[in-house]
């Protein structure tokens, strides 16, 4: 059994989607879910209940003034989630919304079973205006923010037509193999996401809507053995959910057709297009005989201009949904963005989580695989319970990870990229970007994992030199949030020559999308002229972001980070040695003898921090 799904609502046999029928909610075997609360990874809400992401995972009863884990009551949340902005382009006339899962138009023909295993009762703002559109047949492109309730929006109309269609259509087809003929599965609907957790959580949550149905799915992805995705789609599935690697094998060896799609859907849709799955997904739909006719759904928190422009290939007059982000003065996430040299990073990321505890859940993010192993180990050293989430990990190592980190056996999580984009991980306090993105979609995904269903939440950027080329990015991002960006921020934008050009055109309002239409730029810049005369002044960022290199500032800022994690008082700000045993030295003492990857560090005046006591 594996324990990935355990939390949520009882076990799950590790080959539960492959193939197996979901009736009456049972499956291999007969086993049930059963106990806790179900987890999902979209958010609906079920009048009382959150139908995505749990926060009472053990049936915990929170004060009677708060609604599911937030600051807010029940009206405030549903109050807070009619304000977040909504643009439709181009527009749809007559489109009715949908307001109520428990009150559907009776003309949208959406089957009763379907409802009664959906069990929400408010829609999120992509739900609300992405349901109807895609009922309708059309095209969309849905930029929505981390846990906004995307695959409820992709897969509730992907199985209501299913369900309509019932009987019509067999999930298998005969292609000639060789000399020989053969069954093989011929789905209807096929799902593809970047990583293997992702297609996990979609398949659970699609396997929660097909319950008691006919339907039947499978989920397969890389990192298993061929034979296994293989007896997964043996007996035909309406529907498949897959990372595109192993599914262009599976079509290439012609266990699967994709002759039968009439629904095409891309989550994480950015990501894919952006960072080498294009030419997989070009060849999975355009040359394995998929039809032209097909519904292609797209989904992602961020759609960049140049994704947009390589996702117009898949798309046939498709309508762009971007969904805002609340006002920046009820914004859910608080942004600080530090300067921290890389010799001195570890440092500052022990100092944090010293007090990790008070805090909550940290998600760590570096942007190498090798940077997640040797963060690890010296975390581990330190005595902080971490673990760590990347590419060289197999699949039941990254799995037993994921339920360490979500359990709080192991709080702090350190993740790269690949590994976490799009993962749903509830409660998670603070994000650290270690390393800062590389781009400015992946800051965005990245802050997006805290601040969830209206949680206040935390994030923190490292950022020195090595920063520049995209601080204009950074910079946009933070100040579209409602934050408020350090000074030397903008003057790195500015020595970088690109303050001012934004790459997504901000709302008349003042929200903040993570993608426009771009087939519809305006230009940033300071409040006051003070201001930018302030940010010129830094223009040498060689040894720290504050000018002469005025150490109280360093020091301020350490201490200001978060109040949460009210560390900083402790932590030198002098020059030193690349200690991997928890900070810089002031001159007094050792910091464990400069590279000293193991012990010591973090002297100030010879007292230390070793194994996180002083």
Not at 185 to 197: F, S
Not at 271 to 277: K, N, P
Not at 343 to 351: N, P, S
């Amino acid at each position: 059994m594996s324990q990935h799904y355990n939390n949520y609502g009882g076990g799950a046999s590790s080959q539960q989607y492959q193939g197996k029928k979901s009736r009456g909610g049972g499956y291999d075997g007969g086993q049930q879910r059963q106990g806790g609360n179900s987890h999902s990874s979209s958010a609906g809400y079920s009048g009382g209940k959150h139908g995505g992401q749990q926060h009472q995972q053990h049936g915990g009863q929170h004060d009677p003034g708060q609604y599911q884990g937030t600051n807010m009551t029940k009206t405030e949340f549903f109050k807070k989630q009619d304000e977040i902005p909504v643009e439709v382009s181009p527009a749809v006339p007559d489109l009715q919304l949908l307001q109520d899962f428990g009150h559907i138009p009776q003309h949208w023909q959406v089957a009763p079973q379907l409802l009664k295993n959906c069990d929400y009762q408010r829609p999120t703002p992509v739900q609300k205006y992405g349901i109807p559109l895609a009922l309708r047949g059309y095209d969309i492109m849905a930029s929505a923010q981390t846990g906004s309730g995307k695959t409820c929006f992709f897969l509730f109309p992907s199985i209501s037509k299913l369900l309509n269609n019932s009987g019509r259509n067999d999930s298998t087809i005969t292609m000639q193999v060789g000399n020989e003929s053969r069954r093989v599965a011929a789905p209807k609907v096929l799902v593809m996401a970047p990583t293997r957790e992702l297609c996990q959580q979609i398949a659970e949550e699609a396997e929660k809507f097909c319950r008691g149905t006919h339907l039947l799915l499978a989920c397969v992805y890389g990192g298993i053995e061929y034979r296994t995705s293989k007896a997964a789609v043996a007996r035909g599935n309406d529907i498949i959910i897959a990372t595109p690697g192993r599914l262009e094998d599976m079509a290439d060896r012609k266990d699967i057709s994709l002759t039968k799609i009439n629904m095409l859907i891309l989550d994480e849709a950015d990501r894919m297009l952006d960072i080498g799955f294009e030419p997989q997904i070009r060849s999975i739909v355009q040359k394995r005989g998929m039809p032209k006719s097909r519904q292609t759904l797209m989904t992602s928190a961020t759609f960049p201009e140049g994704v947009q422009f390589l996702a117009q290939d898949f798309l046939r007059d498709y309508i762009f949904v971007a969904v805002g982000q609340v006002g920046a003065a009820a914004s859910t996430i608080r942004q600080k963005i530090v300067w921290v040299d890389d010799d001195d990073k570890d440092a500052y990321l022990y100092g944090i989580l010293l007090h990790q505890r008070q805090v909550g859940l940290v998600l760590v993010f570096v942007n190498t695989k090798q940077a997640a192993a040797d963060l690890e180990r010296f975390l581990g050293r330190m005595y902080i319970r971490t673990t760590s989430i990347h590419g060289d990990k197999d699949q039941r190592k990254r799995e037993e990870a994921l339920e360490q980190f979500k359990n709080k056996q192991k709080p702090v999580m350190i993740a790269t990229d690949v590994a976490a984009r799009g993962l749903d991980i509830p409660n998670v306090a603070l994000v650290v970007q270690y390393d800062c993105a590389l781009s400015s979609d992946d800051f965005v995904h990245r802050i997006g994992r805290t601040g969830r269903i209206g949680n206040q939440g935390l994030a923190i950027t490292f950022m020195n030199n090595r920063n520049k080329g995209n601080a204009h990015e950074i910079l946009e991002k933070v100040e579209k949030s409602g934050n408020v960006a350090p000074n030397w921020l903008k003057g790195m934008a500015i020595s970088t020559g690109n303050f001012g050009q934004t790459e997504n055109k901000e709302p008349e309002n003042g929200h903040a999308y993570g993608g426009q239409d771009f087939r519809k730029h305006t230009t940033g810049g300071f409040k006051t002229a003070a201001e930018r005369d302030e940010a010129k002044k830094f223009k040498n960022f060689d040894s720290n972001a504050y000018g002469e290199g005025d150490a109280s500032r360093a020091a301020n800022a350490q201490r200001e980070i978060a109040p949460e994690a009210a560390a900083y008082d402790h932590m030198p700000t002098g020059k030193g040695g690349k200690n991997r045993g928890g900070g810089k030295n002031q001159g007094k003492g050792g910091g464990g003898g400069g590279k000293n990857k193991g012990g010591g560090g973090g002297n100030k005046g010879g007292g230390g921090y070793y194994g996180g006591k002083k």
